[in-house]
Structure formats: structure tokens, C-alpha cells
């Protein structure tokens, strides 16, 4: 216990623990709405794209400065999602392998602007690197400031917009018949899922925030069947993931703490796997047990009075 309490009596922990916490609770929030809307690759797509952006932001300022970094990263995400709308809307492409053109297009040119700034001359001190899987530890107070105000926008934009996002979700044609503005809001949606990712890129990386946005709103929907609930387990979840995750990394040795927290985020899930009470392994195994219990009871029965009748 007393190691415990000294992980967190550093000024430094609780600053990164504070800023994971608020960023897997908003991710966890707004991933339910992508995950029901079956667009879990799309923050995938939005978290790749973001890589060059952090790099043009860098050529083009010459400085490692985390806010030009999130205006770069959240451009090029923005550019993304509108590649990606104009190639579904305005060719025969589906919606999959237009997230796989704009992924890998932005990704590889993401990657070919991260080696020619490696290959400049201060391209060690830039860090970008760390933008890949992230680096939480470098995570000062100002940029844990920025992480908590985005993300409680975030979470204040999902709750006031609830009942529409909800109706988006389940039934976008009628939300388009009584009126709402449909193509807004999906985009307004797209937003937030850029949004998100450029909050998370500098503490789990642009390779592992799509596992962020999309695993705590799975994990969530094994438990219950009202959105609501859903939405708020996810954060929870998503929570719990960023709390564990930062713990175990502080208490270890050079281990990541990113890639800690996306670990803890799928124990959940395979946690919610097996012991959900309606959806999970167990629960299913329990009641097809119950139903093989009563059905030899009700066939020995039967036979009983079978007996009974033949006599």
C-alpha cells in the first residue's frame, strides 16, 4: 500500500493519471456512437491521418510545440473525413475500402514526412517518433490542461446532443424525415471522432487510439441493452483503462504507457466476454445447462407417468 500511495504522491503521476483518465472516459463516450454506427475503423482511419499533420505542423514552425502538433494532426483528420465522404457520395467505392484508401494514403505520407524530418538534422529532438505509440511521460501540465478541456467538450456535446445522436444511430431515415440535419450531424460526429484522436495521439499514439475509441464501447455493450447505460459504462471502462494503465506503467520499469492502456482496455473487454450477464460465455453456458437440467427432468417426468399409465 505504501508503494502505492508513493506512485501517486508524484506530482508528475497524478498530473498523467488525471489526463488518461479524462481522455479514455471521452473516447469511451464518443466510440459508442461510431461503434453503433459501425464505423470502428473509422477512428482508425482519423488516427493515421493525423500523423502528417503533426509533421507538416513541425516543418512548418520548426518547434515542438504540442498546440501547433494538435491543430496539424486535427487539419489533416478533418481533410480525411471529407476524403472519405467525397469518395462514398461521389463514386461506387463502399465506405470500407474508401477508409482504407484514405488510411494508407495519409499514413505513408505521415511516414515519409516523419523520415525526412529524421533525416534533417533535428529530427532526434523533435520527438515525433513518439507520436507513433505515444508517450504519456512526456505529458507536461499544460498539455494535461488541453487533453482535460477537449475532453470535457467532448462528453458536454454528447450529452446535449444524446437523443439526436441516438436516433442517428439506430435510424438516420427517420431522423432525415422529421427534420433533423442529418449530413450535419454526421459530420459533427466525424468531428468529435477527430477531435478525440487528436487528444489521445500524444499519450497512446496514432497506431493504438482506435483501439480506445472502439473496445470500452464493445465491452460496454455486452452488459446492457439501453444506449445510455451503454455510454456511460464505456467511459467508465474507458476510465478504469487509463487509471490501470498509468499505474501499472509508473509502478514498472520503461513500460509504456500507451500500450498498457489499450492492454487493460481489451482485459476488459475479454472480461465482459465471458462474464456478462446476459451476452457472455459463462452466462450462455449457465443457462444452456439449466436448459439441459430441466429438459432430463422433464423427460423423467414424463416417463414417470408414462409408467403410471401403462399400469
Given at each position: 500500500?505504501?508503494?502505492?500511495?508513493?506512485?501517486?504522491?508524484?506530482?508528475?503521476?497524478?498530473?498523467?493519471?488525471?489526463?488518461?483518465?479524462?481522455?479514455?472516459?471521452?473516447?469511451?463516450?464518443?466510440?459508442?456512437?461510431?461503434?453503433?454506427?459501425?464505423?470502428?475503423?473509422?477512428?482508425?482511419?482519423?488516427?493515421?491521418?493525423?500523423?502528417?499533420?503533426?509533421?507538416?505542423?513541425?516543418?512548418?514552425?520548426?518547434?515542438?510545440?504540442?498546440?501547433?502538433f494538435l491543430i496539424g494532426a486535427a487539419?489533416?483528420?478533418?481533410?480525411?473525413?471529407?476524403?472519405?465522404?467525397?469518395?462514398?457520395?461521389?463514386?461506387?467505392?463502399?465506405?470500407?475500402?474508401?477508409?482504407?484508401?484514405?488510411?494508407?494514403?495519409?499514413?505513408?505520407?505521415?511516414?515519409?514526412?516523419?523520415?525526412?524530418?529524421?533525416?534533417?538534422?533535428?529530427?532526434?529532438?523533435?520527438?515525433?517518433?513518439?507520436?507513433?505509440?505515444?508517450?504519456?511521460?512526456?505529458?507536461?501540465?499544460?498539455?494535461?490542461?488541453?487533453?482535460?478541456?477537449?475532453?470535457?467538450?467532448?462528453?458536454?456535446?454528447?450529452?446535449?446532443?444524446?437523443?439526436?445522436?441516438?436516433?442517428?444511430?439506430?435510424?438516420?431515415?427517420?431522423?432525415?424525415?422529421?427534420?433533423?440535419?442529418?449530413?450535419?450531424?454526421?459530420?459533427?460526429?466525424?468531428?468529435?471522432?477527430?477531435?478525440?484522436?487528436?487528444?489521445?495521439?500524444?499519450?497512446?499514439?496514432?497506431?493504438?487510439?482506435?483501439?480506445?475509441?472502439?473496445?470500452?464501447?464493445?465491452?460496454?455493450?455486452?452488459?446492457?441493452e439501453r444506449l445510455g447505460f451503454m455510454?456511460?459504462?464505456?467511459?467508465?471502462?474507458?476510465?478504469?483503462?487509463?487509471?490501470?494503465?498509468?499505474?501499472?506503467?509508473?509502478?514498472?520499469?520503461?513500460?509504456?504507457?500507451?500500450?498498457?492502456?489499450?492492454?487493460?482496455?481489451?482485459?476488459v473487454f475479454f472480461f465482459s466476454v465471458?462474464?456478462?450477464?446476459?451476452?457472455?460465455?459463462?452466462?450462455?453456458?449457465?443457462?444452456?445447462?439449466?436448459?439441459?437440467?430441466?429438459?432430463?427432468?422433464?423427460?423423467?417426468?414424463?416417463?414417470?407417468?408414462?409408467?403410471?399409465?401403462?399400469?
Amino acid at each position: 500500500m505504501s508503494d502505492w500511495m508513493t506512485v501517486f504522491a508524484d506530482p508528475n503521476v497524478q498530473w498523467i493519471l488525471f489526463g488518461c483518465m479524462l481522455l479514455g472516459l471521452s473516447s469511451g463516450v464518443i466510440g459508442s456512437f461510431a461503434y453503433l454506427r459501425k464505423q470502428s475503423l473509422m477512428g482508425d482511419a482519423l488516427a493515421h491521418a493525423a500523423l502528417p499533420g503533426v509533421c507538416i505542423a513541425f516543418m512548418l514552425s520548426g518547434s515542438k510545440s504540442i498546440a501547433l502538433f494538435l491543430i496539424g494532426a486535427a487539419v489533416a483528420g478533418t481533410a480525411a473525413t471529407f476524403g472519405i465522404g467525397y469518395i462514398t457520395r461521389h463514386t461506387r467505392i463502399k465506405q470500407d475500402a474508401a477508409l482504407a484508401i484514405v488510411l494508407s494514403t495519409f499514413f505513408g505520407l505521415g511516414i515519409v514526412l516523419l523520415t525526412q524530418i529524421q533525416h534533417s538534422g533535428n529530427g532526434n529532438q523533435s520527438g515525433l517518433d513518439k507520436f507513433l505509440f505515444g508517450q504519456a511521460a512526456t505529458m507536461m501540465q499544460n498539455d494535461v490542461w488541453i487533453m482535460a478541456i477537449i475532453s470535457l467538450v467532448l462528453i458536454g456535446i454528447s450529452t446535449l446532443l444524446f437523443k439526436e445522436f441516438k436516433l442517428l444511430s439506430f435510424d438516420p431515415g427517420f431522423a432525415r424525415g422529421i427534420g433533423y440535419p442529418v449530413a450535419f450531424l454526421d459530420q459533427l460526429i466525424m468531428f468529435l471522432l477527430v477531435v478525440a484522436v487528436v487528444a489521445g495521439i500524444q499519450a497512446v499514439g496514432v497506431v493504438l487510439m482506435a483501439a480506445l475509441l472502439i473496445t470500452p464501447a464493445v465491452s460496454a455493450r455486452y452488459w446492457t441493452e439501453r444506449l445510455g447505460f451503454m455510454v456511460a459504462l464505456s467511459g467508465m471502462f474507458g476510465a478504469l483503462s487509463g487509471l490501470a494503465g498509468t499505474f501499472i506503467s509508473s509502478t514498472g520499469n520503461n513500460l509504456p504507457t500507451g500500450p498498457l492502456i489499450v492492454l487493460v482496455a481489451t482485459a476488459v473487454f475479454f472480461f465482459s466476454v465471458l462474464a456478462a450477464p446476459r451476452r457472455g460465455i459463462l452466462s450462455k453456458l449457465l443457462l444452456r445447462a439449466s436448459a439441459r437440467s430441466q429438459a432430463r427432468q422433464e423427460q423423467v417426468i414424463l416417463q414417470a407417468v408414462r409408467r403410471e399409465q401403462d399400469r
